[in-house]
Antibody, heavy 124, light 112 residues
Framework: QVQLVASGGGVVQPGRSLRLPCAASGFPFSTYGIHWVRQAPGKGLEWVAVISFDGSNKNYADSVKGRFTISRDNSKNTVYLQMNSLRAEDTAVYYC?????????????????WGQGTLVTVSS | DVVMTQSPLSLPVTLGQPASISCRSS???????????LTWFQQRPGQSPRRLIY???KWDSGVPDRFSGSGSGTDFTLKISRVEAEDVGVYYCMQGTHWPPTFGQGTKVEIK
């Protein structure tokens, strides 16, 4: 069955960096778009970034543009979220989410399977 | 960005009774391909979100048929015909028609 396992979370100081991997299994990973969605403690869901099946197209929320980078390694069935210049408001559980086959980023709108999430806390 | 507005934000319900959640978008959600990308998610306490309904009214695999989605244009509804204890949690609507995808604030369903 589909599995998405996000990891790499932890406590980090403001201004520092963190990289979150998301390991996928149970589906032909290299043919599917993947999102990152976050949820601040006790709050709602916020879309963060998406990457196309082949990594050629990426899109970001305005709140993270220029600071976060999404990438993927299809040989390792893994998507990454590189988070730089972290701020207190980036504190959240980060979920990786599978989308549709061969979507190119702006037509990735299925959000059909969600991983278990990893907590990132930005605090001094 | 398209604003998604859910109501109510809190919904106490009696077991076995129906429940209804409204979701309104600030723009029509009809996409250029003719589909309407309105999705409902369920988030049980301590769990990741799970997709229940997509394209307004299509069930995901394993979703009980007591859940149903309806609506068009800018007004959408999620209904639970008879609430069970396992339905407790927060329900979110999301639009995927316009970029970026946006979520409603969430509706917390609890048992009276």
């Amino acid at each position: 069955q589909v599995q998405l396992v996000a990891s790499g979370g932890g406590v980090v100081q403001p201004g520092r960096s963190l990289r979150l991997p998301c390991a996928a299994s149970g589906f032909p990973f290299s043919t599917y778009g993947i999102h990152w969605v976050r949820q601040a403690p006790g709050k709602g869901l916020e879309w963060v970034a998406v990457i196309s099946f082949d990594g050629s197209n990426k899109n970001y929320a305005d709140s993270v543009k220029g600071r976060f980078t999404i990438s993927r390694d299809n040989s390792k069935n893994t998507v990454y979220l590189q988070m730089n210049s972290l701020r207190a408001e980036d504190t959240a559980v980060y979920y990786c989410v599978k989308d549709r086959r061969y979507c190119s980023s702006s037509n990735c709108n299925q959000f059909d399977y969600w991983g278990q999430g990893t907590l990132v806390t930005v605090s001094s | 960005d398209v604003v998604m507005t859910q109501s109510p934000l809190s919904l106490p319900v009696t077991l076995g009774q129906p429940a209804s959640i409204s979701c309104r978008s600030s723009q029509s959600l009809v996409y250029s391909d003719g589909n309407t990308y309105l999705t409902w998610f369920q988030q049980r306490p301590g769990q990741s979100p799970r997709r229940l309904i997509y394209k307004v009214s299509k069930w995901d695999s394993g979703v009980p048929d007591r859940f149903s989605g309806s609506g068009s244009g800018t007004d959408f509804t999620l209904k639970i015909s008879r609430v069970e204890a396992e339905d407790v949690g927060v329900y979110y609507c999301m639009q995927g028609t316009h970029w970026p995808p946006t979520f409603g604030q969430g509706t917390k369903v609890e048992i009276k």
